[in-house]
């Protein structure tokens, strides 16, 4: 699976981004996800999305104001993110798992996209 992010910017705190993921190879029994990163911290999940079932999972700190999707016939999974805030700042990643079972934890994403830069100021 090879995937590339990108949508990445500079926005103002309330503002709007779409990230978009273009990947390819198997998608069946995967999982894909979002994650992001800050200077100086690890990794941290964001989003991840099933793709056979399209069940969705955020993290607390992005729940009603991120979405998650996906575009069977584009290979293509979106994340919406609104009302954005200075915390969102980070590269974010997009990731993909071959399972069907979600596991926040990066360490445990196999493929990995280039990050796209995230830029939120208040």
């Known amino acids: 699976v090879q995937l590339q992010a990108s949508g990445g910017g500079l926005a103002q705190a309330g503002d709007s981004l779409t990230l978009s993921c273009a990947f390819s190879g198997r998608t069946f029994r995967n999982y894909f996800g979002w994650f992001r990163q800050a200077p100086g911290t690890e990794r941290e999940f964001v ?3 099933a793709w056979s079932t399209s069940n969705t999972a955020y993290a607390e700190s992005v729940k009603d104001r991120f979405t998650i999707s996906r575009d ?18 980070a590269v974010y990643y997009c ?26 100021s208040s």
Do not use: C
């Not at 069977?72 to 700042?89: C, F, G, H, I, R």
């Not at 071959?98 to 360490?107: G, K």
């Open 72 to 89: 069977n016939a584009k290979n293509m999974v979106y994340l919406q993110m609104n009302s954005l805030k200075p915390e969102d700042t």
């Open 95 to 120: 990731a993909a798992r071959q399972s069907t079972s979600l596991i926040r934890l990066h360490r445990y994403w196999t493929y990995w996209g280039q990050g796209t830069l995230v830029t939120v």
């Open 47 to 49: 989003s991840a999305i």
